[in-house]
Nanobody, 125 residues
Framework: VQLQASGGGLVQPGGSLRLSCAAS????????MGWFRQASGKEREFVAA????????DYTDSVKGRFTISRDNNKNTVYLQMNSLKPEDTGVYYC???????????????????WGQGTQVTVSS
C-alpha cells in the first residue's frame, strides 16, 4: 500500500489541525494504521493507532484527550484530528500501515510495513 499524508501546517498554540493519510491500492481495511512523529533531533515516536475497523485505538499519553485517530475505509483514508495543540507537538508527522489481524493496534514503529512521506506540523506563536 502507498500512503500520502497531508494537512500539516503552522498553527498557534491552542489551535487545531486535521491530518489525512490517503492509501492507494486495494484492501485498505486489511491494514491497521498509525501516526508517528519526529521532532528535530529526536527519535520517531508513536502518536496514535487504530485497528483495521477503527473500533480500537491507542494513543501516547501526551496526546490523550487532545488527538483523535479515525478512518474511513470507504475512502481509504485515516485521519488525525489534533486539538489544543502545544509547541511540543511540533514535528514531522508520518502515517504508517501494517497488515494485521482485526483487533490488533500496533504501537511499535518496527511493526509497520509501509510509510507515508510525512507532513510538517509547527505549533508556534
Amino acid at each position: 500500500v502507498q500512503l500520502q499524508a497531508s494537512g500539516g501546517g503552522l498553527v498557534q498554540p491552542g489551535g487545531s489541525l486535521r491530518l489525512s493519510c490517503a492509501a492507494s491500492g486495494r484492501s485498505f481495511s486489511s491494514y491497521a494504521m498509525g501516526w508517528f512523529r519526529q521532532a528535530s533531533g529526536k527519535e520517531r515516536e508513536f502518536v496514535a493507532a487504530t485497528n483495521r475497523g477503527g473500533g480500537f485505538t491507542d494513543y501516547t499519553d501526551s496526546v490523550k484527550g487532545r488527538f483523535t485517530i479515525s478512518r474511513d475505509n470507504n475512502k481509504n483514508t485515516v485521519y488525525l484530528q489534533m486539538n489544543s495543540l502545544k509547541p511540543e507537538d511540533t514535528g514531522v508527522y508520518y502515517c504508517a500501515a501494517k497488515k494485521a489481524i482485526f483487533s490488533h493496534v500496533p504501537i511499535d514503529y518496527r511493526e509497520y510495513d509501509s510509510w507515508g512521506q510525512g507532513t510538517q506540523v509547527t505549533v508556534s506563536s
